[in-house]
């Protein structure tokens, strides 16, 4: 999804640029805003400010303020809904920095922002680290990178969305991660397995026949192909 900076043309890399975008967003610039209204937006602008300056991604924060505002949310539950998401955020980069410390840049950002998306879904932090242990690289395989454990996160929340067991579901992601599918690989796999959720739950499909297959090798555009390999006898 594109950010709100990027669609307006700014740049939110500073608390000043975050602040100016909120008040043009919050309406602060036009007439007639009353006091309690500029409250509002003071205290959402601060906690914006403070994720920034902290260095987490504002941009997701911001396009949710806009949404609360398209609407019609009251401000006070826009509040509670950002500082749920400055949390998640804050959980997010500390779980991309224990796998790429001296990760940086819009890369980061985006890692970080897809992760706490997850965080919000209901995948924990432990199932995160989880998946990084059992995603251990096989033989000749990169270590895994923030974006693709991100991904991997992403494709559980999706999982565990859907009602299958999550333990299987980890399985699955912590193998691809394994074999070094990438990061766009890792979505689809996640978005396949929940568009088939209803043969996964009544036992026509298996995730851990999905996952074997993909131990042996079987590359993303081999594992669907005829719904021969996850398809129980």
């Known amino acids: 999804m594109m950010g709100l900076e990027q669609e307006m043309g700014w740049s939110l890399s500073g608390p000043r640029s975050v602040s100016l975008l909120l008040a043009v967003l919050l309406g602060l610039a036009a007439p007639g805003v009353c006091a309690a209204q500029a409250t509002d937006a003071d205290t959402l602008t601060r906690l914006v400010n403070d994720a920034a300056a902290k260095g987490l991604p504002p ?67 432990s199932e995160v680290r989880e998946l990084r242990k059992l995603a251990q690289p096989a033989p000749g395989r990169p270590a895994v990178s923030g974006d693709a454990l991100a991904s991997a996160a992403k494709g559980l929340s999706l999982i565990k969305g859907a009602r299958i067991p999550a333990a299987d579901g980890a399985a699955v992601m912590a193998e691809a991660l394994r074999q070094g599918f990438r990061s766009p690989e890792i979505l689809d796999l996640g978005r396949e397995i929940r568009r088939r959720e209803g043969d996964y739950r009544t036992g026509r499909a298996s995730l851990l026949t999905l996952r074997d297959a993909i131990a042996r090798g079987d590359r993303p555009e081999q594992l669907f192909r005829d719904g021969r390999i996850d398809t129980v006898d």
Do not use: F, H, W, Y
């Open 59 to 125: 941009a997701p924060l911001a396009n949710k303020i806009r949404e609360g505002q398209a609407k019609g949310a009251d401000p006070k539950r826009i509040e509670v809904v950002i500082r749920q998401m400055v949390t998640e955020l804050e959980t997010a980069d500390q779980l991309v920095r224990e796998v790429e410390p001296a990760a940086a840049g819009a890369g980061r950002d985006a890692s970080v922002t897809l992760l706490a998306e997850s965080l919000g879904e209901g995948v924990t932090a």
